[in-house]
C-alpha cells in the first residue's frame, strides 16, 4: 500500500503538529454546511441505505427504489441528517462490483433523493460511480477505500462535495486474512492525515474533509477497540471524525450476537462512546435509537 513508501516518523510528526490546529467549525458538503464545533454543533447521523442483494446486515430488504427511497425518509423522520447510499457491499471477502452495476443500483435513488432536498452522500470506491453521483447532485464523496485512486481524487478535487476518508488495510476480499499493526492507532492516523493532506494539496478545500478510521476494515476486534478507546487522539487530527461501528462482527464477537440486527445496543453504546469523545459524525442502521441517545447526552450535557 502507498503509505508503506512514506517515513513513519515523518508522518507522525506531522500529525502532531497538525494537533495544535484549530478545527474548522463547519464540515462543507455541497450547499450543506454541517456545525462540528461551537454551539450549534451536535453530532450528525448518517442514515445507512445499502441498495444491494448481499451487504451483511440489511442486504436485499430496501433493493427496489420504491422500497429505498421509503426506508430514506423513515431514517429521515426518525432523525438522520445525511443519507449515505451505497450499491456495493464491501463486507469482508467481498467481490468488487462493477461500476456500471453500482451506478444502476445507486442513482435512480440518489436522484430522487437530492429532488426531495436531502443531503445525499454516496457510498463508493469508484469514481465513475462518484462523478455520476455528485453530478445528480450528491453532497457527499464516502470513499472506503480512502481516495487512494487517483481518479477518485479528481472528482473530489472537481466538485464542492465533503469526503469521508477511511481506512481500508488492502482489500474488502482479503482485509481480513491476517491484519497487523506495529501500532494499529498511530498508523491508521497517519494514514489519514497523509490522504487528508494529499487531498488538500490536489486543491481540496480542509473543511471539506472528515476522517474515519475504518472499524471492521483490516483489524482485529482487539484493533477496533484500540482505535475507538483512542477517538480523543483520532478526533484531535484536524478533521471532523466519523464513528462508523454499526452492527458490525466485532460487536458480536465481544457480546455472543451472531445475527447482525440484535447488535443495535452495542452498536449505539460504542456510537455514544465516541461522540462523547469527540466523534461528530455517526454512520448507522438504526437511527431511531442512535438519535435518541444521542438526544439524551445533550440534554445531559446541558443540564
Ligand atoms: N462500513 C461499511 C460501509 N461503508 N463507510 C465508512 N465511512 N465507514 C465504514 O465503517 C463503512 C462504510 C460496511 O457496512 P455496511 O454498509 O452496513 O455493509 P456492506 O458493506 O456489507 O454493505
Not at 165 to 190: F, I, N, W
Not at 240 to 253: D, E, N, T, W
Not at 258 to 284: F, P
Request: charged share 20%; proline share 5%; net charge negative.
Amino acid at each position: 500500500m502507498a503509505q508503506e513508501t512514506v517515513p513513519r516518523d515523518a508522518i507522525l510528526q506531522e500529525t502532531v503538529t497538525r494537533e495544535t490546529v484549530a478545527q474548522d467549525t463547519t464540515w462543507q458538503c455541497g450547499d450543506f454546511a454541517f456545525p462540528v464545533q461551537g454551539p450549534d454543533a451536535h453530532p450528525l447521523v448518517m442514515g445507512i441505505l445499502n441498495v444491494t442483494p448481499d451487504s451483511f446486515s440489511d442486504g436485499g430488504t430496501h433493493n427496489a427504489p420504491a422500497d429505498a427511497l421509503a426506508y430514506a425518509e423513515l431514517m429521515l423522520e426518525q432523525g438522520a441528517d445525511i443519507i449515505d447510499v451505497g450499491g456495493e457491499s464491501t463486507r469482508p471477502g467481498s467481490d468488487e462490483v462493477l461500476p456500471d452495476e453500482e451506478a444502476r443500483r445507486v442513482l435512480p435513488v440518489v436522484r430522487e433523493l437530492v429532488r426531495r432536498g436531502v443531503c445525499v452522500s454516496v457510498d463508493t470506491r469508484h469514481a465513475q460511480v462518484a462523478r455520476a453521483c455528485v453530478e445528480a447532485g450528491a453532497a457527499i464523496i464516502n470513499d472506503v477505500s480512502g481516495f487512494r485512486d487517483p481518479d477518485m481524487v479528481d472528482v473530489a478535487a472537481g466538485c464542492e462535495a465533503g469526503l469521508v476518508v477511511m481506512h481500508m488495510l488492502g482489500e474488502p476480499k482479503t482485509m481480513q486474512a491476517e491484519p497487523r499493526y506495529d501500532d494499529v492507532v498511530a498508523e491508521v492516523s497517519a494514514y489519514l492525515v497523509r490522504q487528508a493532506r494529499m487531498l488538500e494539496s490536489a486543491g481540496v478545500a480542509h473543511n471539506r474533509i472528515c476522517i474515519d478510521p475504518g472499524v471492521g476494515f483490516g483489524k482485529t476486534t482487539d484493533h477496533n477497540l484500540k482505535l475507538l478507546k483512542a477517538t480523543d487522539r483520532l478526533a484531535a487530527l484536524g478533521y471532523p471524525l466519523m464513528v462508523a461501528v454499526s452492527r458490525k462482527r466485532f460487536i458480536g464477537a465481544l457480546t455472543d450476537v451472531d445475527d447482525a440486527a440484535q447488535r443495535v445496543a452495542g452498536s449505539v453504546a460504542a456510537a455514544a462512546y465516541a461522540v462523547e469523545h469527540g466523534a461528530v459524525v455517526a454512520r448507522v442502521h438504526d437511527v431511531a435509537q442512535t438519535a435518541q441517545a444521542f438526544r439524551l447526552f445533550a440534554a445531559i450535557l446541558s443540564a
